[in-house]
């Protein structure tokens, strides 16, 4: 999804663009709305906010929340790739670090649908919806791997394949999971520190980020008794 841009950073311009599509959000009155609607009622209200394209690309099969979901996931998709395409430059760059965070999670899911063994259909209709061209890949990955570490194997010689090369058992989810994520913190914010993409704040934003995550998951340690 994310990629390299060129050229000199037009911030003014992204700003304002960036700007107009956030006067389209939802906003914390029609959310607190939504949250007492029941799924399917949330559904057909989301679609007078301006998402009734994507919910009618799934609507013939889905229902209620699995609705609501793919139809959201595919409008960010798509509005990424969008932001990414008119942010140039240095701007570009950075857009590109931050962004580059949800091709690391569809690669977790994909290694997940393959982890629990769930049919094609299901993961092709449900998981990694078939309509959003951005799952084309890890739903090839997912079809192509019986375990863990076909989907490690196929992998290999990708920057994704690095990082999960690195753990010893390559059927253990979770530690696929957290050598993902310590690669994409790492690149991050090496490219952050030094050179054509730094940019202090959003290191330290990464940062922050990086200790909330450590915390939580201290907390999850010590909650299933380890020391």
């Known amino acids: 999804m994310a990629s390299i841009s060129r ?11 960036s700007k107009a599509r956030k006067a389209g959000l939802i906003d914390s009155t029609q959310m607190r709305q939504l949250l007492l609607q029941e799924p399917d009622a949330m559904a057909s209200s989301i679609s007078e906010m ?11 099969r889905l229902s209620g929340a699995d609705l609501v979901e793919a139809a959201l996931n595919h409008n960010m998709d798509r509005d990424l790739n969008q932001v990414l395409r008119f942010c140039q430059g240095h701007l570009g760059d950075l857009v590109s670090i931050y962004v580059e965070r949800y091709t690391y999670q569809k690669v977790k899911t994909a290694l997940r649908a393959v982890r629990s063994g769930v049919s094609d259909e299901i993961v092709s209709s449900q998981v990694l919806p078939e309509e959003n061209q951005a799952n084309s890949q890890w739903l090839e990955l997912v079809k192509n791997s019986n375990t863990l570490d076909d989907a490690v194997s196929a992998l290999s010689g990708t920057k994704f394949g690095k990082a999960l090369s690195s ?48 915390v939580i998951n201290l907390f999850r340690a010590l909650k299933q008794g380890f020391s």
Do not use: C
């Open 50 to 60: 301006g998402y009734r394209a994507d919910l009618d690309l799934y609507a013939t």
């Open 167 to 214: 753990v010893e058992d390559s059927n253990n989810l979770m530690a696929l999971e957290d050598a993902l994520d310590r690669q994409y913190y790492h690149d991050a914010t090496e490219k952050l520190r030094a050179g054509a993409s730094s940019h202090p704040q959003l290191l330290k934003y990464l940062r922050t980020e990086i200790d909330h995550r450590n």
């Open 7 to 17: 050229g000199k950073s037009n911030w003014a311009n992204a700003s304002a663009r």
